[in-house]
């Protein structure tokens, strides 16, 4: 017998296995199909014509937009009427709430009888003009302690002032100690006060609102030049150096509001408030109005 050939044993209409492809060149940057496929570019249908724009999808959109807008001021509406509806017409305040103020001024009268019976000098912080003063966000105090906080230019909370170093400022603050907190600073930290929280207030209308931001040396020309004050520089030389003008500079200037200092840390909430002198006092407050 004679063996089969090799052809004969292979199944019809299939073809013999061919061999492996040949490498094709490809052209430097150029990307396999299928893998990194760039975008389609839409083009109109016919050169010349622009293309058309979904309207009817635009107009959904805007229309959605514009219905969560009005439905968010609903919400914020309901909230606040229940608010003030738990509050009541009449204000009234709960008897726990008496009992905390009247200890908290009992404590502060406590506190300011000891501090008039102890009989100590106080001195100005050496090398400085200036003293950078801040109020705390701690509540209370007794009638003088809020009359002195006034005297002081600190009636809100979290706001920082510049006041003149001497004994008659140092003693003042040491009496409402627990309310503020005090240092020396830098000529840089009163520039960034000025040019990032400073804002004018005007003398004749001491109540009004207006309050427009000193961080343009064309309107502090225009808002101080006739106390010889042109530019940022020249307003934090006399607030740095207690220069000439600065009782009517400070007469002009809103106290500068700054956030809660508790929350300086970031994530971390202080449980005590910052309160007396501190010694890095520009550490202290770049925290919240940056560099």
């Known amino acids: 017998r004679l063996s089969p ?12 296995p061919l061999s492996p492809p040949a490498a094709v060149a490809r052209a430097p940057g150029a990307m396999d199909e299928g893998e990194n496929t760039p975008k389609a570019v839409l083009q109109p249908r016919n050169p010349g014509e622009r293309l058309k724009v979904a309207e009817a999808v635009l107009k959904r959109r805007d229309r959605n937009i514009k219905a969560s807008a009005q439905r968010a001021q609903k919400i ?17 305040v709960r008897l726990e709430t008496f009992v905390k103020r009247s200890a908290e001024r009992t404590k502060d009268s406590r506190r300011l ?10 001195k100005a912080a050496p090398a400085a003009q200036t003293l950078l003063v801040g109020r705390n966000g701690r509540k209370g ?10 005297a002081l230019n600190l009636r809100r909370r979290d706001t920082l002032v510049l006041v003149p170093n001497s004994e008659e400022t ?14 020396r600073c830098s000529f840089k930290l009163v520039f960034n006060l000025i040019h990032k929280k400073a804002q004018y207030r005007n003398p004749e209308e001491p109540t009004s609102k207006d309050a427009p931001m000193l961080n343009d040396n064309c309107i502090i020309e225009q808002q101080l030049g006739d106390l010889g004050i042109l530019c940022t520089e020249d307003l934090a030389h006399v607030l740095f150096n207690h220069g000439k003008h600065f ?11 700054i956030g809660d200092m ?30």
């Open 5 to 16: 050939s090799p052809l004969a044993l292979e199944p019809r209409g299939l073809a013999a």
């Open 262 to 291: 508790r929350k300086s840390n970031g994530m971390v909430f202080e449980k005590y408030h910052l309160y007396g002198e501190q010694q890095y006092m520009d550490k202290v407050v770049n925290k919240l109005i940056g560099e």
């Open 141 to 150: 105090g007794t009638p003088e302690t809020k009359k002195a906080l006034k």
């Open 170 to 183: 140092v003693k003042r603050l040491t009496s409402v100690k627990p309310f503020v907190y005090w240092g």
């Open 76 to 92: 914020q509406a309901a909230r606040k009427s229940i608010k003030e509806a738990k509050k009541g017409d009449l204000g009234f």
């Open 113 to 122: 009888h000891i501090f008039k019976t102890n009989g100590k000098k106080y």
């Open 247 to 257: 009782d009517q500079v400070c007469e002009r200037l809103w106290p500068f509001e």
